[in-house]
């Protein structure tokens, strides 16, 4: 059994305590919160007496084996690092850090302890993702890649009323691409590797971060084209465009359905079920590593992180978006 604690209370935390507590291993021993009411509040929904609301007596406690953290953006890497060199492995929400400075110290404190460190990306987990990595040969030469994702915040109406919440402050490491666009980004570098040349727009807010924006990632024989925001939605589905038909993915962040249109006219749908729990995925590689002595995941591999958050990195620079988190 792998005793987990968790890092956060918000709905997302809920989410993969659901998902999670499916996967046989996993048990749900600690909760960390900046107040005692909502840890006390939160540990009582799901039955933990281990309650704390200091992370470096939660790191060095005996009662987690690993940590699930869920917490804003800016404080993934320092809380990671905290827990790692606790020896404890690290399961952490996507996008895993700020930027490719505060990944590479969290892989070192990882190596440096022979301890697990994964980014929490459900998409690459996924079986229908699978589908896709397993038919792509079907498309002949790939010329195209585009992925869509804009979701209107429900928070965004209170920006434009001045009240600014965490999801759009710079201090947080937030914003469109950071938040919303790292779904796109994810199964682009994980399908076709890292770009040869990176071009980035963004509309940037009056707080400092980006609200949406499009990139264009151009590889050897094919480009990858990403659109994403924040205040505004979209029901474009996303394609893989190849010379002998395209394939159809309804959404990247939550991929059920998979289909090849090829030139002749001819469809065939590829969609598998899975569970409606997807964050199951993630959670069952977590804990199987964990319980395999691994300590790396050969899917959201460190390689892979990396490469992501230097895209993300190198849009930022040239969108002029930058967190507090970049001149540390």
Same mark, same amino acid.
């Given at each position: 059994?792998?005793?987990?604690?968790?890092?956060?209370?918000?709905?997302?935390?809920?989410?993969?305590?659901?998902?999670?507590?499916?996967?046989?291993?996993?048990?749900?021993?600690?909760?960390?919160?900046?107040?005692?009411? $909502?840890?006390?509040?939160?540990?009582? $929904?799901?039955?933990?007496?281990?309650?704390?609301?200091?992370?470096?007596?939660?790191?060095?406690?005996?009662?987690?084996?690993?940590?699930?953290?869920?917490?804003?953006?800016?404080?993934?890497?320092?809380?990671?690092?905290?827990?790692?060199?606790?020896?404890?492995?690290?399961?952490?929400?996507?996008?895993?850090?700020?930027?490719?400075?505060?990944?590479?110290?969290?892989?070192?404190?990882? @190596?440096?302890?022979?301890?697990?460190?994964?980014?929490?990306?459900?998409?690459?987990?996924?079986?229908?993702?699978?589908?896709?990595?397993?038919?792509?040969?079907?498309?002949?030469?790939?010329?195209?890649?585009?992925?869509?994702?804009? @979701?209107?915040?429900?928070?965004?109406?209170?920006?434009?009323?001045?009240?600014?919440?965490?999801?759009?402050?710079?201090?947080?490491?937030?914003?469109?691409?950071?938040?919303?666009?790292?779904?796109?980004?994810?199964?682009?570098?994980?399908?076709?590797?890292?770009?040869?040349?990176?071009?980035?727009?963004?509309?940037?807010?009056?707080?400092?971060?980006?609200?949406?924006?499009?990139?264009?990632?151009?590889?050897?024989?094919?480009?990858?084209?990403?659109?994403?925001?924040?205040?505004?939605?979209?029901?474009?589905?996303?394609?893989?465009?190849?010379?002998?038909?395209?394939?159809?993915?309804?959404?990247?962040?939550?991929?059920?359905?998979?289909?090849?249109?090829?030139?002749?006219?001819?469809?065939?749908?590829?969609?598998?079920?899975?569970?409606?729990?997807?964050?199951?995925?993630?959670?069952?590689?977590?804990?199987?590593?964990?319980?395999?002595?691994?300590?790396?995941?050969?899917?959201?591999?460190?390689? @892979?992180?990396?490469?992501?958050?230097?895209?993300?990195?190198?849009?930022?620079?040239?969108?002029?978006?930058?967190?507090?988190?970049?001149?540390?």
């Amino acid at each position: 059994m792998v005793n987990v604690g968790i890092i956060g209370t918000n709905w997302i935390t809920n989410e993969f305590i659901k998902c999670a507590s499916l996967v046989e291993g996993f048990r749900l021993n600690a909760v960390y919160s900046r107040t005692q009411e $909502k840890a006390t509040n939160f540990a009582k $929904k799901y039955g933990i007496t281990n309650i704390f609301t200091d992370l470096e007596e939660m790191a060095k406690s005996n009662c987690i084996d690993a940590v699930y953290i869920a917490s804003p953006n800016s404080c993934h890497s320092q809380q990671s690092i905290i827990f790692l060199n606790s020896k404890k492995h690290v399961l952490c929400e996507k996008p895993i850090a700020s930027n490719v400075k505060e990944l590479n110290a969290m892989i070192a404190a990882a @190596q440096n302890n022979n301890v697990l460190l994964m980014e929490a990306m459900k998409t690459t987990f996924l079986p229908n993702f699978k589908v896709i990595e397993n038919n792509l040969h079907k498309l002949g030469k790939i010329r195209r890649y585009f992925a869509n994702y804009c @979701q209107y915040s429900s928070r965004y109406d209170l920006y434009k009323e001045g009240k600014i919440l965490n999801t759009f402050k710079p201090e947080f490491s937030n914003g469109s691409t950071m938040d919303i666009g790292v779904y796109c980004l994810y199964p682009v570098v994980k399908l076709f590797g890292m770009p040869k040349e990176i071009q980035a727009s963004a509309l940037k807010l009056s707080s400092g971060v980006d609200g949406q924006g499009s990139l264009i990632l151009s590889y050897e024989d094919m480009d990858a084209v990403i659109i994403h925001s924040k205040i505004a939605d979209s029901y474009i589905p996303c394609e893989i465009q190849g010379e002998k038909g395209t394939m159809i993915i309804d959404k990247f962040n939550n991929t059920e359905k998979v289909q090849i249109i090829y030139r002749n006219g001819e469809k065939e749908d590829l969609s598998v079920p899975q569970l409606k729990e997807t964050m199951y995925y993630e959670a069952k590689e977590f804990i199987e590593l964990i319980k395999n002595n691994k300590v790396e995941s050969e899917v959201n591999s460190y390689n @892979q992180s990396l490469k992501v958050i230097d895209v993300i990195e190198k849009a930022r620079s040239q969108t002029g978006i930058i967190y507090p988190a970049d001149n540390i």
